[in-house]
């Protein structure tokens, strides 16, 4: 009997041994690259305030890039795991050679408005032909190229053609509107909800709101992406990442209070609060699907029909993959 209780109690011991190194293990450090003043920091800073991200077993290390190009460089130049951006970004990334893959979706660009003096005249964007409009997302970013999609295939002119399209920091722009030196901008949130709640500026054309109506398909504007390398050392950090991330936007959109200090930032009152947080809320997007993979091709047919050769002329399949879904 004694050297059966020796006996089970050394199984125990081995069994606690083995077990040891798994709950004792180190999390996985991932950097998570994103824009300044990005709403996407609502979620990234929730998931690690609220302890997600060590719930599976990762540890998220939240950094910003004054610009899109230097975040870019940075997913390009692995100084960070995961980087916020748009999806074509990724896409030309991976088809020039770049080992870049986006894993998940974030939103729809529901913030991505045309905005103009609150006294003008513009209601639409066919009121803006021959007009001066600013972009913040650069000649070949995301929400620039959605632009003149709509305006060339559905309004009858291409700003981009016609050097009536310029850029500037999303930051300066409701300032050089302001002041006359642009007939309309194209922002997004934070900047496009605090120029709204001011009273100063006004929406005349909310983009993907009029990509659904005039093409049929829901827009997808951002997600993150990773890089070969991580993918091959921690494909199973990335699923926890995912899971994190989920969990941190379930938490969002049930704790207003998390919107509070970005809205005190901001100067927003109560109302100009709700809006930022209804536009937050409304544009997540929680799936990601090889049928929303395949989804992607209209929109890049009819960007490179406007843009021209160079412009996503294929999606490459490794610019994509569901393969790290929780």
Known sequence: MHRFKTFAASAIIAAASLSAPALSQEPVKLRLGDPAQSLNAIAAQTMIKQGFDKKHGIAVQYVTYPTL??????????????????????????????????????????????????????????????????????????????????????FGYDPGKTNHLQYAGAALLPELLAKGDLDAVLLFDPIAVRAIASGKFKS??????????????????????????????????????????????????????????????????????KLLRDRVIADYVTEWTAKDIAALKKFRDLGNEVMGAGFLDDLPAAAFTTRFNP
């Open 204 to 273: 005349i054309a909310n983009l993907p709101t009029i990509y659904k109506e005039k093409v049929g398909e829901e827009f997808l504007w951002i997600g993150y992406a990773t890089n070969d390398d991580v993918i091959a050392k921690h494909p199973e950090a990335l699923k926890a990442f995912n899971k994190a991330w989920l969990e941190a936007v379930a938490y969002v959109k049930t704790h207003p209070e998390v919107f509070e200090p970005v809205a005190k930032q901001l100067g927003l009152d109560a109302a100009g609060t």
């Open 69 to 154: 190009d230097g975040l870019f460089t940075a997913i390009r130049g692995k100084d960070v795991d995961i980087g916020f951006g748009g999806w074509t970004a990724f896409a030309q990334f991976r088809s020039k050679g770049a080992p870049i893959t986006m894993i998940f979706p974030v939103g729809r660009g529901i913030s991505l408005d045309v905005v103009v003096p609150a006294n003008s005249p513009f209601k639409s964007l066919a009121d803006l032909k021959g007009k001066k409009i600013g972009s913040y997302a650069g000649a070949a970013g995301t929400a620039t190229v959605l632009l003149r999609v709509l305006t060339s295939k559905y």
